[in-house]
């Protein structure tokens, strides 16, 4: 996986994931389920486990997910809480060549299990299931339940279900049945082998004495009859084994048809389920579409309120200045009256001494340039560097928002004026262009106005639907004319020039005509216009009801949309010569009059001297006068203009205010008379209480079904352990059969050979008569065999020497 060491803690309730694409959200579940068992292939993240294994990384990777063990009521759900404590721990270890282990660890961290069953155990108890598609939905198994056939959408419902576990439960149930037949019916065998060997044992032993043969064919009579007699009882056990799983295979079928009959009635419920989901989504964006008007609507009635706030506002501050003024004005004027008659004759005594002293100035002044040009030299200028020439930058990679636009010829001027600068900049879409271009200026030489940039991403045409003008006005604008065939230079337009709320007509008259509504001096646009180009370059607006109308002053060509960049460099150049001509001459005339200059400075230097004390002198009375004047002018004409703006003010704030009204007025009846969106909210209303029917039926016959599937679980056991209990007795039955054949047969043996032997005596040997007999017999065999034990055949082939010996001593004496 991506990440080193990565925990996350998550809390006891419901918890919620999010992020971008590719942030690994699925890595966790994927975690999960892989530390829960899971196959790398079932992850769809991996052909073998070993690839979770970090790359790069030698060691091995391990997965620890910490369970909750407690129900916090002190119930059963805890899954063997005196062993585990309050917590499981559950690690699973993926080794580098492919290997996995399991460790289940208690509270303290101490292991407590490696079974992968104790495991599935945990997992079965908790209810953790993590291959079920309806748990964990996976990327795959979402395409297969959107995309996929009918038989890959059963499969999903057989999964979410648990109906595919339950196949495979059935299957393992009834492949360990018979492997327990056939177990038992191998060691029944065995049985009967040993049993047929002690049956020759006991042949060759009870035929040492008649009566202890006809003892034994007794007993073997006597256990003859018990045997047939519980037989009896297990053929009688057998038979109503027999009809008790009779009829639990009835009640299994029974119940296996009514839970066919749930899952049939849940999934036609689920379909109804989608279907109104369906008509919900629809409803939903049916109600989004008409919100957009109302919103609109009430958007505009909330901006008009606002306006009408402040225009109450507004008018009644100017009220309150303009009598705040007029109160004013009469003392100012009467102050700066009596103040400004002494500053005037003051001032007029100073002007006269300067003017006096100026002309004096002037003539010396004069005389000296006369002087100056009689004794003029003759002198050339040639430039040492070629600091004019122009530069020439390609830049690749990059492109300009000219180069990509077009426009009937006729209106290149006005679109040009209209964009402004926009034309002329470089659009980058990331840092590494833009520190480009900056390279790329550098080695032009530009300057900070020339060569600029528009940083936007790359993120194709957004602006589906501008706020465009209403009705014809909309082909008019800017954006409709001018042809853009980037989307990416359309978007930057839009973004820096607002072409959408600038009109383009061919005449001024039919502009006005078209765009303008009401008086003059209360002129206003069309909703959604800012500006009103004409072909020239020229434009209008409306400036607080005043039209403004603006003329072009600068190139009318239109070299950038229409592309002509031969004809804008020959035009360029020949601008370019001519200034360098004038250059060429002001350079001479530069050189000649800074001579003049010297000479004159000195001179004049001399007069200023004198003269400065005068002009500081006259200056300070002439500001002081200046000021005087203005303050009276300002305050003269304040009173004047002031008035006439305020009382205008005042009249067209009220007929605002009265227009606020009318148009609230109308946006509300508007939105009264509206009932589009409230009929698609009855709709949704509806929907939703299908939907809600819907959901209770689905968990109704959810519960039915699942209350038959617990039903039909139990009859399967039932049924198992009928047929384990009817296997077991017939087992049992063929057992006695076989041990009463055995039993018989062993009876009529020894009865011939106790008739070989003799007939039957009148009286038989009691059972502790034959046991004294046989351990007299067993007595002298355990001593030689304790004599003979660990001896060997030479040691023994001596002690037999020996022992003949003493027999044949023994039988001479």
């Given at each position: 996986m991506?990440?080193?060491k990565?925990?996350?803690?998550l809390s006891?309730h419901?918890?919620?994931?999010?992020?971008?694409?590719?942030?690994c959200?699925s890595a966790?579940?994927?975690?999960?389920?892989?530390?829960?068992?899971a196959?790398?292939?079932?992850?769809?993240?991996g052909?073998?486990?070993?690839?979770f294994i970090r790359?790069g990384?030698?060691?091995?990777?391990?997965?620890r997910?910490?369970?909750r063990?407690?129900?916090?009521?002190?119930?059963?759900?805890a899954?063997h809480?005196?062993k585990y404590?309050?917590q499981i721990?559950?690690?699973?270890?993926i080794r580098?060549?492919g290997?996995?282990?399991y460790r289940?660890?208690n509270e303290q961290?101490?292991l407590?299990s490696?079974l992968?069953?104790?495991l599935?155990a945990?997992?079965?108890?908790l209810n953790i299931q993590?291959d079920?598609?309806c748990?964990v939905l996976?990327h795959?198994n979402?395409?297969?339940f959107?995309?996929g056939?009918?038989?890959?959408?059963?499969?999903?419902f057989l999964?979410?279900?648990?109906?595919a576990k339950?196949?495979?439960?059935?299957?393992?149930i009834?492949?360990?049945?018979?492997?327990?037949?056939e177990?038992?019916l191998t060691?029944?065998?065995?049985k009967?082998?040993?049993l047929?060997?002690?049956k020759?044992k006991?042949k060759?032993?009870?035929?040492?004495?008649q009566?202890?043969?006809?003892?034994?064919?007794d007993?073997?009579?006597?256990?003859?009859?018990n045997v047939?007699?519980t037989?009896?009882?297990k053929?009688r056990?057998v038979v109503?084994n027999?009809?008790?799983?009779?009829e639990?295979?009835e009640?299994v079928?029974?119940?296996?048809k009514?839970?066919?009959?749930a899952n049939a009635?849940?999934?036609e419920?689920s379909?109804?389920?989608?279907?109104?989901?369906r008509?919900k989504?629809d409803?939903?964006?049916?109600i989004r579409?008409?919100?957009?008007p109302?919103?609109?609507y009430k958007?505009?009635l909330k901006r008009l309120?606002r306006?009408?706030e402040r225009?109450?506002?507004?008018?009644?501050?100017v009220?309150?200045?303009?009598?705040q003024k007029r109160?004013?004005h009469a003392a100012?004027l009467?102050?700066?009256t009596?103040?400004?008659?002494d500053?005037q004759?003051e001032?007029t005594n100073a002007l006269?001494e300067?003017?006096d002293?100026?002309?004096?100035?002037k003539?010396k002044k004069t005389?000296?340039?006369?002087q100056?040009?009689k004794?003029k030299?003759?002198?050339s200028?040639r430039p040492t560097t070629?600091?004019n020439?122009?530069?020439s930058?390609?830049i690749?990679?990059?492109?300009?928002?000219?180069?990509?636009?077009h426009?009937?010829?006729?209106v290149?001027?006005?679109?040009?004026?209209?964009?402004?600068t926009?034309?002329r900049?470089y659009l980058?879409?990331?840092?590494?262009?833009?520190?480009l271009?900056?390279?790329l200026?550098?080695?032009?030489?530009c300057t900070?106005?020339?060569?600029?940039?528009i940083?936007?991403v790359r993120?194709?045409?957004?602006?589906?639907n501008?706020?465009?003008p209403?009705g014809?006005l909309?082909?008019?604008?800017i954006?409709s004319?001018l042809?853009?065939?980037n989307d990416?230079v359309?978007n930057?337009l839009i973004d820096t020039?607002a072409?959408?709320?600038?009109?383009?007509?061919?005449d001024r008259?039919v502009a006005?005509?078209r765009?303008?509504?009401?008086?003059?001096g209360g002129?206003r646009?069309?909703?959604s216009?800012?500006?009103?180009?004409?072909?020239?370059g020229?434009?209008?607006?409306v400036r607080?009801?005043?039209?403004?109308?603006?003329?072009?002053?600068?190139?009318?060509?239109?070299?950038?949309?229409?592309?002509n960049?031969d004809?804008?460099?020959?035009e360029l150049?020949n601008?370019?010569n001519c200034?360098?001509?004038k250059?060429?001459?002001?350079r001479?005339?530069?050189?000649v009059?800074?001579?003049d200059?010297?000479?004159?400075?000195?001179?004049?230097?001399?007069?200023?001297d004198r003269?400065n004390?005068?002009?500081?002198r006259y200056n300070q009375?002439?500001?002081?006068?200046r000021?005087l004047?203005?303050e009276m002018?300002?305050?003269l004409q304040?009173?004047?203009l002031?008035?006439?703006?305020?009382e205008g003010e005042?009249?067209?704030?009220?007929d605002?205010?009265?227009?606020?009204q009318?148009?609230?007025q109308?946006?509300n009846?508007?939105i009264?008379?509206?009932?589009?969106?409230q009929?698609?909210?009855?709709a949704?209303?509806?929907v939703?209480?299908v939907?809600?029917?819907?959901?209770?039926?689905?968990?109704?016959r959810?519960?039915d079904?699942d209350?038959?599937?617990?039903?039909?679980?139990?009859?399967?056991v039932?049924?198992?352990?009928g047929?384990?209990?009817l296997?077991a007795a017939q087992?049992?039955?063929?057992?006695?059969?076989?041990?009463?054949?055995t039993?018989?047969?062993?009876?009529d043996?020894q009865?011939q050979?106790?008739?070989k032997l003799g007939?039957?005596?009148?009286e038989v040997?009691p059972p502790?008569?034959?046991?004294?007999?046989?351990q007299?017999?067993?007595?002298p065999l355990a001593r030689?065999?304790n004599n003979?034990y660990?001896l060997s055949?030479?040691?023994?082939?001596?002690?037999?020497e020996?022992?003949e010996?003493?027999?044949?001593?023994?039988?001479?004496?």
């Amino acid at each position: 996986m991506y990440h080193r060491k990565l925990r996350v803690s998550l809390s006891p309730h419901i918890n919620f994931i999010a992020g971008e694409n590719g942030s690994c959200k699925s890595a966790i579940i994927a975690a999960i389920q892989i530390c829960f068992g899971a196959s790398a292939r079932t992850t769809h993240r991996g052909k073998n486990i070993k690839a979770f294994i970090r790359h790069g990384f030698d060691g091995n990777a391990l997965v620890r997910v910490k369970l909750r063990n407690d129900d916090g009521a002190g119930g059963s759900d805890a899954f063997h809480p005196g062993k585990y404590g309050k917590q499981i721990i559950v690690e699973r270890l993926i080794r580098r060549d492919g290997s996995a282990e399991y460790r289940l660890k208690n509270e303290q961290g101490l292991l407590v299990s490696k079974l992968k069953s104790d495991l599935d155990a945990m997992m079965d108890h908790l209810n953790i299931q993590t291959d079920n598609p309806c748990a964990v939905l996976e990327h795959e198994n979402a395409k297969l339940f959107l995309k996929g056939t009918s038989q890959d959408k059963y499969k999903f419902f057989l999964q979410s279900t648990d109906l595919a576990k339950m196949r495979t439960t059935y299957t393992r149930i009834d492949e360990t049945t018979r492997m327990i037949a056939e177990s038992t019916l191998t060691q029944e065998k065995a049985k009967i082998v040993t049993l047929r060997d002690a049956k020759n044992k006991v042949k060759k032993h009870w035929q040492e004495a008649q009566k202890l043969e006809w003892f034994f064919v007794d007993e073997k009579e006597t256990v003859a009859a018990n045997v047939e007699n519980t037989l009896k009882q297990k053929e009688r056990d057998v038979v109503n084994n027999a009809e008790k799983l009779a009829e639990t295979k009835e009640v299994v079928e029974e119940l296996e048809k009514d839970q066919n009959e749930a899952n049939a009635k849940l999934e036609e419920t689920s379909t109804r389920m989608s279907e109104n989901h369906r008509q919900k989504m629809d409803a939903q964006s049916n109600i989004r579409e008409a919100r957009r008007p109302l919103q609109r609507y009430k958007a505009e009635l909330k901006r008009l309120t606002r306006s009408k706030e402040r225009t109450k506002q507004q008018l009644t501050r100017v009220q309150y200045d303009l009598q705040q003024k007029r109160d004013r004005h009469a003392a100012l004027l009467q102050s700066l009256t009596e103040g400004s008659k002494d500053l005037q004759i003051e001032l007029t005594n100073a002007l006269k001494e300067l003017e006096d002293r100026h002309d004096g100035c002037k003539d010396k002044k004069t005389l000296r340039l006369s002087q100056a040009a009689k004794a003029k030299p003759s002198c050339s200028f040639r430039p040492t560097t070629d600091t004019n020439k122009p530069v020439s930058v390609h830049i690749s990679a990059h492109w300009t928002t000219g180069n990509v636009c077009h426009a009937a010829g006729s209106v290149h001027a006005a679109i040009e004026v209209a964009t402004g600068t926009a034309l002329r900049n470089y659009l980058v879409v990331n840092g590494q262009d833009k520190a480009l271009v900056d390279k790329l200026r550098r080695q032009a030489h530009c300057t900070s106005t020339e060569a600029n940039m528009i940083i936007t991403v790359r993120t194709g045409y957004r602006y589906h639907n501008l706020e465009l003008p209403d009705g014809g006005l909309a082909g008019q604008a800017i954006c409709s004319i001018l042809q853009v065939s980037n989307d990416e230079v359309f978007n930057a337009l839009i973004d820096t020039c607002a072409l959408e709320s600038k009109l383009l007509f061919d005449d001024r008259e039919v502009a006005e005509s078209r765009v303008l509504t009401g008086p003059s001096g209360g002129f206003r646009v069309a909703n959604s216009v800012s500006e009103v180009y004409l072909p020239t370059g020229d434009k209008f607006v409306v400036r607080r009801g005043n039209l403004a109308y603006i003329a072009n002053k600068r190139d009318r060509r239109g070299y950038i949309i229409s592309q002509n960049v031969d004809r804008g460099i020959a035009e360029l150049e020949n601008k370019l010569n001519c200034l360098e001509k004038k250059v060429d001459e002001l350079r001479r005339d530069e050189t000649v009059l800074s001579h003049d200059k010297e000479e004159l400075g000195n001179a004049i230097k001399q007069r200023n001297d004198r003269i400065n004390d005068l002009s500081r002198r006259y200056n300070q009375h002439r500001v002081q006068l200046r000021c005087l004047d203005e303050e009276m002018a300002d305050a003269l004409q304040d009173h004047t203009l002031d008035t006439s703006v305020l009382e205008g003010e005042c009249r067209s704030t009220e007929d605002e205010l009265e227009d606020f009204q009318r148009r609230e007025q109308a946006l509300n009846d508007t939105i009264a008379s509206d009932r589009s969106l409230q009929d698609r909210l009855d709709a949704l209303e509806k929907v939703e209480t299908v939907e809600k029917m819907i959901t209770a039926e689905i968990s109704e016959r959810q519960s039915d079904a699942d209350a038959v599937y617990k039903r039909l679980r139990e009859a399967k056991v039932d049924e198992i352990t009928g047929q384990r209990e009817l296997e077991a007795a017939q087992a049992a039955v063929e057992k006695l059969e076989q041990h009463l054949v055995t039993v018989r047969g062993d009876c009529d043996e020894q009865t011939q050979i106790a008739l070989k032997l003799g007939g039957k005596p009148a009286e038989v040997n009691p059972p502790a008569h034959c046991n004294k007999r046989i351990q007299t017999v067993e007595r002298p065999l355990a001593r030689v065999q304790n004599n003979v034990y660990g001896l060997s055949l030479s040691e023994l082939k001596t002690q037999m020497e020996v022992q003949e010996a003493k027999y044949r001593q023994n039988s001479q004496l």
